[in-house]
């Protein structure tokens, strides 16, 4: 294993539109530190949505990031691959222990036991997220300027130099695969 | 999700339409193009749940996208560390050591590693005082065994080290065993000092742990204390070591010590799992009542065994088989000579009996020549000899016999045991060759090649009489069980597979290619004769549209007739007649041409195939059977199937023939006499030339918590890996209209277990349609099934026909002389099956092994 020296400090953005993106839509930050600053909460949260409990969420975000950064340099997409990891070693767990007690750790007191609901849209939210972080760069960026900064068709046209119909056309197109990547999951509708 | 996937053209009116819908929820659409599509929705139901989607989707990416207003973070404790890990520069303080406390998932082995090590070097440290003291005061007290000594102290030592374990503590009785053994160890020096030492350091690092570990532990070494108090140092020691999961890392180090002059030292070199039990030895006779037939069934009967490995009292030779061999599994004993000699072959033998262990590492232990155990048994004879034997024929203990034909070579009689292999896959190919040439041995009291006997082709030569289905159900499955007649706790099992009739218009055109051996051989009278009714049959079947041709080999091959319609083949028999028989056999050459005209006259909608008609082995060319079954299996690649059909049992080369015609899809076939060629034989070729189904594949998947093992009665050559049944690939064996294909296995099904036996599945490719099919059936758990002569009929006779098959395949005479108990049951089968010649046959053949075994 090689020793790396990490240092906090950010990495500067490249430019102006990407400014005001989270770090996060980058597609590799400088050092570990800076994605888990950006991830740490969407991660958990998708942990908490995959297996329920709190705790176990807990854990399972942090092994995740302890796994990256023993393969740090050699991950090109390492929020990708963070959502995928984490969804691995949740679903190990879930199959490793299938008939934990919802309520029996003592943090159950600590939060309200989250609805069934709230647990599904975490999980889907996950779920889209690493989908997002392995979709290729173009159209992530194209969300990213949908969703993200509310664009209309006409300014992302602008923005990206694609006409406007092929900015609907693509949207709809990943918009559908996501779909259907969620369905293949077994998370339908917002729900989960 | 990928732009540049090619979406379907034929679906881009859809697309665009789905386009719409997304812009229009995006709020793209003026007011007009959302009417419309509102219009449309109203219309299309299924735009209506498209747009549902797209919109709960969109919610989610807009979650996804933004930034977190009310951002989760973990634990600060947890948090803290994490960022600390990250945040670190070597590699290595990712031990999970620090994040120990809170995650329960990451592993502890290494944690308790690390501390091991620790602890291990404290002791070691101790250990190295205490050692420099013991050995000033043990130098006078030296004695034969020297190597006792230096080792005593340090294993005592290590011991407690294991028991150090930081997660586990010395529960006071245990602190009290320790004692009681430390005592023991007085008479031989003095320790108690350093004994005292060890338990002061075992009770210093006491940690609280699961109350179950400790229980656990503690329980675990009760057994061994009690252990310790009987058997050698060493064996203890590593008992423990597995028990602490440690692994083996002094092990070498802590060989303890090897007495040579006593018994309890040597004669086990074994890891003892189950220390209570004593040694007893286990004559033929046992294996014979338990009904045992491999080492697994012997020992699980029986209690006590004697296992002494190579280094014991036991010489392990080489490959198992079945009971006949069973003594030359579980060893023999032997005086020192032989003993040497058999460690010499039988060097990397792993004999594992159960509930023992044993290694065989050139350990040499005791091997005596005088203990009465040393000579009851002889090394070479069975097991029943030995029994009986007296001191006279001791004096000249016989050399090893080997056997006459090599064990190896023999499929394996040993049970699958279902937990760790479950699905048992195989080609159903049908055949009744070996019946028939076994049949031809018995009765002139010829040499059987027990290499030959394929079992399958036993209970495959007859029939049973099993419903045919339907025309549009393709193919049906009948499963019957019994109580196996032999052995306990065993069922045979029968499952038959019947193809349904062949529909009106099911004949496709033949292409044939007919290769007719004409070297000298076949110039005798009953093989012209033979041929002859072959043709005969072969050509009643032909129609218009087929084409023959027929190649004539000897030396060489010759064309004689080419494509000649079926209509016209009749010709064929008088150029046969006409064509002189002489020369040797070059059997490459034929195939060779055989195939060329085969590829000639090959027709994509026709049954292309060659026909291989010889009476003996290729004398001349490449008779190698790899490579000339290598080039069928070309053939058969580009669609053109093979069958063999021998001609005459004497100087057959079955290998050869069974090789060929197994690679190439095709049929086997042998014809004794003209009489064989009769309409039987007839209706099996026009089956064979329009098979009913292709790619027969068998598969029985196993219920492991109804089934404990199982066994395939047969079929060795055809067995296939689970992934290849849905493989289309991988071929496999053909099957007629109307044709019946059994399978007998013997299953060792557990009562207290639940659910069925398992589930057989059958996968084929229908040619009239072109498509696979694939059914499956349930292998259902009889909780009663009836004993072996009370089971039907036909169950009785795919079982007998089983057991013979086996029993001339193991080749002893000890399960000849138990095949007679099945003498009842078979003599009585004829009733059953009126006017059946095949069923006649068996029991002669019963009959003369009876005589045979009686020799």
């Not at chain 2, 013979?804 to 089968?829: C, F, H, S, W, Y």
Request: proline share 5%; with cysteine; hydrophobic share 40%.
């Amino acid at each position: 294993m090689e020793s790396l020296v990490f240092e906090n400090i950010p990495l500067p953005s490249a430019g102006a539109v990407k400014a005001s993106l989270p770090e996060s839509m980058n597609s590799k930050p400088a050092n570990i530190g800076t994605l888990f600053e950006a991830e740490e909460s969407g991660l958990l949260r998708y942990a908490i949505g995959l297996v329920g409990r709190r705790m176990v969420a807990e854990e399972l975000v942090q092994e995740t990031f302890l796994r990256l950064h023993k393969i740090w340099a050699e991950v090109d997409n390492p929020r990708g691959w963070l959502y995928r990891s984490l969804r691995n070693l949740a679903l190990n767990h879930l199959r490793d222990n299938p008939k934990e007690a919802e309520l029996t750790d003592e943090t159950a007191q600590s939060e309200a036991t989250l609805p069934a609901e709230m647990l599904g849209r975490n999980e889907a939210v996950g779920m889209v997220r690493l989908l997002l972080a392995e979709m290729p760069e173009s159209d992530r960026s194209l969300v990213r300027l949908k969703y993200h900064d509310d664009l209309q068709y006409a300014e992302i046209s602008k923005r990206t130099g694609l006409s406007v119909s092929n900015v609907g056309y693509r949207l709809h197109h990943v918009l559908k695969a996501l779909a259907d990547n969620l369905r293949h999951a077994g998370i339908e509708g917002s729900q989960g | 999700m990928n732009h540049d996937d090619n979406k379907n053209t034929a679906n881009t009116l859809a697309t665009e339409l789905e386009a719409r819908v997304v812009a229009w929820i995006s709020g793209e659409a003026s007011a007009f193009e959302a009417a419309e599509l509102e219009r449309l929705i109203t219309d299309k139901p299924e735009l209506a749940i498209f747009k549902r989607r797209m919109q709960a989707i969109q919610g989610l990416v807009a979650e996804a996208v933004r930034p977190e207003k009310d951002p989760l973070r973990l634990s600060p404790d947890r948090r803290g560390k994490l960022l600390q890990e990250l945040g670190v520069t070597k590699a290595d303080a990712l031990l999970p050591q620090s994040a120990r406390v809170e995650s329960p998932i990451i592993s502890l082995k290494a944690e308790r590693r690390a501390q091991r090590k620790s602890r291990r070097w404290i002791l070691a440290a101790a250990a190295c005082v205490t050692l420099g003291l013991f050995g000033v005061m043990l130098v006078p007290n030296a004695y034969k065994g020297g190597r006792l000594e230096t080792r005593m102290d340090r294993p005592l030592f290590s011991y407690k080290g294991r028991s150090e374990n930081a997660d586990y503590a010395l529960a006071p009785p245990e602190a009290a065993k320790l004692q009681y053994e430390v005592k023991r160890r007085e008479e031989f020096t003095e320790k108690k000092k350093a004994v005292e030492e060890a338990i002061a350091l075992a009770e210093k690092r006491k940690q609280a742990s699961s109350e179950e570990r400790r229980e656990l532990e503690g329980s675990g070494r009760d057994q061994r204390m009690a252990a310790l108090a009987k058997m050698g140092r060493e064996i203890a020691d590593r008992a423990v070591q597995r028990q602490n999961g440690d692994d083996d890392e002094d092990a070498p180090a802590r060989r303890g010590y090897q007495a040579t002059n006593t018994l309890a030292g040597s004669r086990i070199r074994t890891e003892f799992k189950d220390i209570a039990s004593a040694i007893t030895v286990l004559p033929k006779e046992s294996a014979g009542d338990i009904g045992a037939a491999d080492k697994q069934a012997l020992l699980q009967y029986a209690s006590n065994t004697e296992a002494g490995g190579i280094q014991g009292n036991f010489v392990a030779p080489a490959a198992p088989a079945s009971v006949g061999q069973l003594e030359k599994q579980v060893g023999s004993y032997g005086g020192k000579g032989e003993a040497d000699k058999a460690l010499a072959t039988a060097d990397e033998e792993k004999l594992v009996l159960s509930p023992f262990e044993v290694s065989s590492s050139k350990n040499n232990g005791y091997i005596s020549k005088d203990t009465l155990a040393a000579k009851q048994i002889k090394k070479s004879g069975s097991l029943a000899e030995k029994a009986k034997s007296d001191d006279s024929r001791l004096e000249n203990a016989p050399k090893p016999s080997q056997p006459a034909k090599k064990p190896n070579s023999l499929p394996s009689a040993t049970e699958i045991i279902t937990a760790t292999e479950p699905v048992s896959t195989f080609s159903l190919h049908v055949s009744d060759v070996s019946f028939k040439v076994a049949k031809e041995a018995l009765a002139h009291d010829s040499d059987l090649d027990r290499e030959r006997i394929r079992p399958e082709e036993f209970y495959n030569a007859f029939n049973y009489g099993d419903p045919t289905p339907a025309l549009n159900e393709k193919i049906s499955c009948h499963i019957e069980q019994a109580a196996h007649p032999l052995m306990q706790q065993r069922n045979l099992v029968r499952i038959a597979m019947k193809v349904a009739a062949a529909g009106r218009g099911a004949g496709q055109p033949l292409r044939l290619t007919v290769l007719l051996d004409t070297s000298g051989s076949m110039e005798r009278e009953d093989r012209v004769a033979a041929v002859r009714r072959a043709m005969q049959s072969l050509v009643s079947l032909l129609g218009p549209n087929d084409r023959v041709t027929l190649i004539g080999f000897a030396r060489q091959p010759r064309l004689l007739a080419e494509s000649v319609p079926g209509d016209q083949a009749g010709e064929l028999l008088n150029i046969i007649a006409n064509t002189p028989a002489e020369g040797g056999t070059n059997l490459e050459e034929a195939l060779k041409l055989g195939r060329e005209q085969a590829q000639r006259q090959f027709e994509e909608t026709a049954q292309n195939r060659i026909v291989l008609l010889t009476d003996g082995a290729a004398n001349l060319g490449n008779a190698d059977r790899e490579e000339l079954a290598t080039s069928i299996e070309e053939s058969r690649k580009e669609g053109i199937a093979f069958d063999a059909c021998g001609v005459g049992m004497e100087g057959l080369d079955d290998a050869m023939l069974e090789a060929l015609s197994r690679k190439g899809d095709g049929r086997y076939y042998v014809l004794n006499s003209a009489e064989d060629a009769d309409a039987g034989f007839a209706r099996q070729l026009a089956g064979a030339l329009r098979p009913a189904a292709k790619n027969v594949k068998l598969q029985v998947r196993f219920n492991p918590s109804r089934v404990r093992s199982y066994r395939l009665i047969g079929f060795e050559k055809h067995r296939l890996r689970e992934e290849d049944f849905r493989n289309d690939k991988v071929d496999a064996a053909e099957l007629a209209a109307e044709e019946a294909a059994v399978a007998v296995y013997q299953v060792e099904p557990l009562p207290q277990g639940e659910g069925e036996l398992g589930e057989v599945f059958v996968r084929f490719l229908d040619p009239s349609t072109g498509n696979m099919v694939e059914r499956s059936w349930t292998l259902p758990y009889e909780a009663k099934a009836p004993a072996f002569d009370r089971a039907s009929p036909t169950m009785q006779l795919a079982g007998t026909a089983a057991l013979l098959a086996e029993t001339l395949q193991r080749g002893e005479k000890e399960d000849a002389a138990r095949l007679n108990e099945l003498m009842p049951i078979v003599k009585a089968l004829p009733g059953h099956f009126p006017d059946n010649d095949r069923v006649d046959d068996l029991v002669t053949m019963f009959e003369q092994v009876k005589k045979l075994s009686a020799e």
